[in-house]
């Protein structure tokens, strides 16, 4: 007797597992799944376009001055970018959420670009903000992004992390924030453009360009490459916000042509034109992150432009015990559950911002500097009988000299 196979993928009943039949033709238990998978999506779209755009409660949008105020609490200084940062969010969101309008006015995307040092708390700022939001959020490294076909990862693993982390619900992952880092890092070489293929630099920045716009993107929810047979995630990117954030090292020089900082002579009005040399980043305009290696569509998607200050000494010292989580308030916290009581003198937190600044790390040397200090403590006072610990300059320089991490960075 000929073996029964099933009617849509063809494969013989030994194979299936078991057929169901029908009048003329029978059907396995893997093609009912597929299909009960595609009515779901074909319905969900259904529901979407006849849904209209209605206030999501469960984003908490605010006002600028709410989401700034929400900063401080978590970002020491950068008074500015947190100021550009709070409006460009506040108008985003309610752009979102208010209903649309007939009158013809459509309000664009204000994605972001952050420029600053190492260190200066361009990611900081990006996840704080989405944590008053609650809403998706993914951290991005630009690079290891390149073309698709190359080694590497393509464009659209941007979304897949968005995704992952709105447990996949792509109604939600729509209205997320996607920080893409070390965005300098995919600059073409030169200001002219490229001859030959740059697959990690001005081809990336060419796929970027549908993501930062807006369009429906196809989205392998496990990875295009490995899994080339997986059914993709239609996601829309027009609601998502792309914050971009690089240290662009080097940029100063372009900033200062354009200023001509070196021009030998007088000028009119002295006191109008004095230049701080120290902080060019102040004076950047988008013309200079074109020069520097952007091309010109990507500087026109991302039209809110702001920089951070590099860090002083007063600056890293607020942010080694301000903060809600400061790095002090870690350590308290952490010898607190061996019920040790931990305090530091001023004339150690001044040792660890004095070689922070030395290091030229930022914000994130400082946590270096103290795990070197604290480690010796952290071995071994869990064990011991000791009660409380009291971190001084003369602890802090003995233990910093024993580190083999620091001792020799410089």
């Given at each position: 007797m000929k073996e029964k196979k099933c009617s849509f993928c063809g494969r013989p009943e030994h194979e299936t597992g078991g057929l169901i039949s029908g009048i003329s033709g029978f059907i396995c238990i893997d093609c009912i799944e597929q299909a009960h998978f595609l009515l779901q999506d074909v319905c969900s779209d259904k529901n979407k376009k006849k849904k209209p755009l209605e206030k999501d409660d469960k984003i908490k949008i605010q006002k600028p001055t709410q989401i700034k105020e929400f900063l401080d609490q978590y970002v020491i200084g950068q008074e500015y970018a947190k100021k550009v940062l709070s409006v460009a969010v506040y108008n985003h969101y309610k752009r979102i959420l208010q209903k649309n309008t007939d009158d013809g006015v459509e309000i664009e995307k204000s994605n972001i670009i952050m420029v600053g040092e190492t260190?200066?708390?361009?990611?900081?700022?990006?996840?704080?903000?989405?944590?008053?939001?609650?809403?998706?959020?993914?951290?991005?490294?630009?690079?290891?992004?390149?073309?698709?076909?190359?080694?590497?990862?393509?464009?659209?693993?941007?979304?897949?992390?968005?995704?992952?982390?709105?447990?996949?619900?792509?109604?939600?992952a729509e209205k997320g924030i996607v920080f893409i880092d070390e965005i300098d890092k995919i600059a073409r070489k030169g200001d002219n453009p490229s001859i030959t293929r740059d697959v990690s630099g001005e081809g990336v920045q060419q796929g970027l360009l549908k993501l930062l716009e807006g369009s429906i993107v196809n989205?392998?929810?496990?990875?295009?490459?490995?899994?080339?047979?997986?059914?993709?995630?239609?996601?829309?990117?027009?609601?998502?916000?792309?914050?971009?954030?690089?240290?662009?090292?080097?940029?100063?020089?372009?900033?200062?042509?354009?200023?001509?900082?070196?021009?030998?002579?007088?000028?009119?009005?002295?006191?109008?034109?004095?230049?701080?040399?120290?902080?060019?980043?102040?004076?950047?305009?988008?013309?200079?992150?074109?020069?520097?290696?952007?091309?010109?569509?990507?500087?026109?998607?991302?039209?809110?432009?702001?920089?951070?200050?590099?860090?002083?000494?007063?600056?890293?010292?607020?942010?080694?015990?301000?903060?809600?989580?400061?790095?002090?308030?870690?350590?308290?916290?952490?010898?607190?559950?061996?019920?040790?009581?931990?305090?530091?003198?001023?004339?150690?937190?001044d040792f660890i911002v004095n070689n922070a600044i030395q290091y030229k790390l930022g914000a994130r040397g400082l946590r270096s500097i103290c795990e070197s200090i604290m480690l010796n403590a952290m071995y071994e006072f869990p064990s011991g009988r000791n009660s409380s610990l009291k971190v001084t300059k003369e602890f802090a320089e003995q233990n910093l000299d024993k580190s083999h991490i620091l001792k020799f960075a410089i």
């Open positions: 260190g200066t708390g361009k990611t900081l700022l990006a996840k704080t903000i989405a944590k008053m939001l609650d809403v998706p959020f993914a951290i991005v490294d630009a690079t290891v992004l390149t073309e698709a076909g190359y080694v590497g990862e393509d464009i659209e693993s941007l979304l897949v992390r968005l995704l992952q982390d709105a447990d996949y619900d792509v109604e939600k989205v392998p929810p496990q990875g295009g490459r490995k899994h080339p047979e997986q059914k993709m995630i239609a996601v829309d990117t027009k609601n998502i916000l792309f914050i971009c954030g690089g240290a662009f090292d080097g940029i100063d020089r372009c900033i200062a042509a354009r200023l001509n900082t070196q021009i030998i002579g007088y000028s009119l009005n002295k006191k109008d034109n004095v230049i701080d040399k120290q902080n060019l980043l102040q004076y950047i305009i988008p013309d200079d992150i074109r020069k520097f290696g952007l091309i010109p569509e990507i500087v026109g998607r991302m039209p809110v432009l702001t920089y951070l200050n590099p860090l002083d000494k007063e600056a890293l010292k607020q942010i080694l015990t301000e903060p809600k989580n400061s790095i002090i308030k870690q350590y308290i916290k952490l010898f607190e559950f061996d019920n040790i009581k931990l305090e530091f003198t001023d004339d150690a937190l």
